[in-house]
């Protein structure tokens, strides 16, 4: 599993205002951070960088490279930030990102296209966000197929299903099951297509101390469906564990829940139990409520 | 060849529910069947119930014609109820609005009295809500739960913010609770899960919040669909609960029902038969027409 480190974004406030205030120790601390945890790549969101995007992109790519021989992915909706991100990139970057949006399928794709890079492509449209599986599928293929015609390659397609919360009312659960069925199938209906998920997502909403255990089981059932690669946290030590290898029979627990194998929790420690809690609400079989290990 | 129709059955049962006590009391729910689904492989032990609604107070933004069945009897409570009693009720339901904050504040040692007439007047269970403001009603419940004390009261609503103190004294004064929450199947499971560490399942029945036709109906239909299709296919504990529909007031608040009559009586009817028909188990009405009306539907009359 690729991990693209999230913790360079500005809605964190330390990193907006290091960027604002060019306070390098902040940024540098934090890619150092990720790279020794085990980052594949660092994320810089910046946002959409409404002021100086130029400058500001330049500044943060290079100092994130001062301390960190990692590729980096440039996070933002802004063309302009977007190309000078790339164009200041030792390693091949990845481009994150673009959509089937006309704006950005006449923006950021020929970008990926002009600096050779990789490019993670959600499922959105013009439309929207498209509620189901099929649809997801329908939308994907429509803007790979436009990618290709620009001469993107699939091997450099990173697909995105877009990954909502799990507690969003009611809703949440649909997409958090249809994320997983789209993951299983991509490899068939696109061939060489790389996936990414923004992983955090999911546990937006949940009680604080809550959020890890829900990030950390749903990328295990993704990563068991062939996802390749999330934006996620790679200084949550147990998710890092459990995608390196270091927890086999947790990973092992998860996935006999997922294949519906009768896995008796009284024989179980109560961690393991929550593995199994959490990812029974996250395939959707028990309804989630924020009180999911309790019941 | 013969055409044979798919017959279901479930794992599922929603809680028979006992309110009132001896020859007052009243089952609702107990169902393992989807609601109407007679044909399927199950029985609905109890059917739909009916609950007209009295306040405590004269109700001042009443429209005319819903006034005029209880005219002679809307400032008396006690008189109010047995007068919904002739109009063949399983329950009565008493809101208790003046206890409110914003409208009178009156006290709570004056509302559980008045609780207990009226409980003591009928003889049909007695369904209690509060005022809904989340830290008067704590004081208000309590008492109305002490001062009736083992009379198997309904007693709501039990929300998020107060479930701790309200549903002690529901608890230890033996009566029944009225679990509310927000429209919301998360936060509904949410607060039974909590809610039944304490006190017991067997003794809980969800409010998930009633709207009115055009007013938001179909989230209500829905939530309340999906609750009994949770409970019944998928057996989660926390939906198998009996599910009350308090939608009276909710539909008498609109511009259609206040305009005229039919229109009120129509408005109030086909709120009641769709959350009927989602799947509730007891629904509080505030006319005894519609009353009449449902009960003939349902009959098929």
Known sequence: ?295 | MDYKAPVEAYNGVVREITIGKGNKSLKIGGENILPFHFFDQGSSPNPARFALEILDMKPEDWPEHAVEPYRDVISDPVAWAKKCQGFGVDAISLFLVSTDPAVKNSPADKAAALVREVAGAIDVPLIVYGSGDEVKDVEVLSKVAEVCDGMNLLIGPVLKENYEAVGKAILEHGHTAIAQSPLDINLLKELNVKLSKFFPAERIVIDPLSSALGYGMEYSFSLIERVKQIGIMTKDSMTMMPIIANLGGECWKTKQAKENKKQGLLWEGVTAMSLLLAGANIVVLRHPETLRLIKETIQAR
């Open chain 1, 1 to 295: 599993m690729i991990i693209i480190g999230e913790n360079i974004h500005v809605i964190a406030k330390a990193v907006s205002t290091a960027i604002r205030e060019r306070d390098a120790g902040v940024i540098r601390d934090l890619a150092r951070a990720q790279t020794e945890a085990g980052a594949d790549y660092i994320d810089l969101n910046v946002g959409p960088m409404k002021r100086d995007p130029e400058e500001n992109m330049h500044w943060l790519v290079g100092t994130v490279q001062e301390v960190t021989d990692l590729p980096l992915s440039i996070d933002t909706m802004n063309p302009v930030a977007m190309e000078a991100g790339l164009k200041g990139c030792k390693k091949r970057p990845l481009l994150n990102s673009a959509s089937g949006k006309t704006d950005s399928k006449g923006q950021m794709l020929p970008l990926a296209r002009k600096y050779n890079c990789s490019v993670v492509i959600s499922v959105m449209t013009d439309k929207g966000m498209p509620p189901d599986v099929d649809s997801k599928i329908e939308s994907i293929m429509d803007t790979v197929t436009y990618a290709n015609e620009l001469g993107i390659s699939n091997e450099d397609i990173w697909v995105d299903p877009i990954v909502l919360p799990v507690s969003t009312a009611g809703e949440g659960q649909r997409f958090t099951v249809a994320n997983l069925e789209f993951i299983k199938i991509l490899g068939d209906v696109l061939p060489g297509v790389k996936s990414t998920v923004g992983l955090s997502n999911v546990s937006n909403g949940v009680p604080n101390e809550l959020r890890p255990l829900l990030n950390c089981v749903y990328l295990v059932m993704l990563a068991k469906n062939g996802l390749y690669s999330a934006i996620a946290d790679p200084l949550d030590k147990e998710l890092m564990s459990m995608m390196k290898g270091s927890m086999p029979r947790e990973v092992e627990l998860i996935h006999k829940t997922m294949d519906g194998e009768d896995v008796s929790l009284s024989a179980l420690a109560q961690k393991q139990v929550h593995y199994v809690k959490t990812a029974k609400v996250l395939m959707g079989e028990t309804l989630y409520s924020d009180a999911w290990l309790e019941s």
